[in-house]
């Protein structure tokens, strides 16, 4: 009796993939969780700050549910380093559209351990090792 072998199938591949990488998000959520107010007031100071000097595109904090990608570049250029989490809640949009506007538009932005950059070659940010230490705090 001949064995089957079982034919590859690269979309079984890529959802075991994304899988994994889901769960691994969620354990990072879980471990965050507690940091969710402090992160909460951080923005809502960060926000005010942004109103009171008149700077960014949305400088009233903004109630819309829409989000682009020109956002979340400017977003970033004013808070590098930020995890998609901090970006969602930012523009009050779910986790999976920013982090899908990321994905899309991968060539604009430097992911380094999770955390995003605007990429701006003109600056000399164009790679993850242009990333200083400063700008990762």
């Known amino acids: 009796m001949a064995t089957t072998k079982k034919k590859f199938d690269p979309q079984e591949l890529l959802d075991e993939q994304v899988a994994n ?3 691994s998000l969620e354990e990072i959520e879980r471990r965050m969780k507690p940091y ?8 809502q ?3 005010s700050r942004r109103a009171l000097l008149g700077h960014g595109s949305r400088t009233t904090g903004g109630n819309s549910t829409r989000v682009g ?16 989490a901090q ?7 779910t986790q999976p559209t920013i982090s899908s506007h990321l994905y899309r538009n991968k060539t604009r932005f430097i992911n380094k351990d ?9 600056s000399g940010m164009d790679t993850a090792a242009d990333i200083n230490e400063e700008d990762e705090d």
């Open 21 to 23: 990488i889901d769960e």
């Open 114 to 122: 999770g955390m995003y950059y605007a990429r701006d070659p003109k």
């Open 36 to 43: 969710a107010k402090l992160n909460e007031t951080k923005q």
């Open 87 to 93: 970006i969602a809640e930012r523009f009050g949009v």
């Open 45 to 47: 100071l960060l926000s």
């Open 69 to 84: 990608v020109d956002d979340i570049v400017g977003f970033l250029t004013e808070h590098p380093g930020s995890a998609p």
